[in-house]
């Protein structure tokens, strides 16, 4: 299976941005699904342009994710460093208020998917668990 952990992180570019704007697509759908079931829109059409926004907007934080994150690790060639997420998270965030046309949100955003996606990739290293027995 083609995930976007294969391989060194800093290679394959391309691959991942692609891999991530897929997931970004998926999750705006799964979003919008929800969103247009509590918030009915008046009309079929309504719903579709709410569904393709949704998406569409989604799938551009994943690639900007996706390729911030890869040619970060390719400029500090510090492929595995945590600050890679960090910096591929607030570019996402900064895009985020940028659609809303909003600092707050992007300065919000920025630090929040910065954080998390840091944390992650800080898990993922040290093998962290979320869920299940703990080691001991």
């Known amino acids: 299976m083609?995930?976007?952990?294969?391989?060194?992180?800093?290679?394959?570019c391309p691959r991942r941005t692609w891999l991530t704007t897929r997931?970004?697509?998926?999750?705006?759908?799964?979003?919008?699904?929800?969103?247009?079931?509590?918030?009915?829109?008046?009309?079929?059409?309504a719903a579709l342009q709410m569904a393709a926004t949704d998406s569409v907007?989604?799938?551009?934080?994943?690639?900007?994710?996706?390729l911030t994150t890869c040619?970060?690790?390719?400029?500090?060639?510090?492929?595995?460093?945590?600050?890679?997420?960090f910096i591929g998270g607030c570019a996402t965030g900064a895009v985020l208020g940028a659609r809303?046309?909003?600092?707050?949100?992007?300065?919000?955003a920025c630090l929040g998917f910065g954080i998390t996606a840091a944390l992650m990739k800080i898990g993922k290293k040290e093998g962290?668990?979320?869920?299940?027995?703990?080691?001991?």
């Open 57 to 66: 907007t989604m799938a551009t934080l994943g690639a900007v994710f996706g």
């Open 23 to 45: 997931v970004g697509a998926a999750a705006g759908l799964v979003g919008s699904a929800y969103r247009i079931i509590l918030f009915q829109p008046k009309s079929a059409l």
């Open 2 to 12: 083609d995930t976007y952990l294969d391989g060194p992180e800093g290679e394959q």
């Open 100 to 108: 809303a046309h909003s600092y707050m949100t992007g300065t919000t």
């Open 128 to 136: 962290w668990r979320l869920v299940g027995p703990p080691k001991l």
């Open 71 to 85: 040619l970060s690790a390719q400029i500090r060639e510090e492929p595995e460093d945590p600050l890679n997420y």
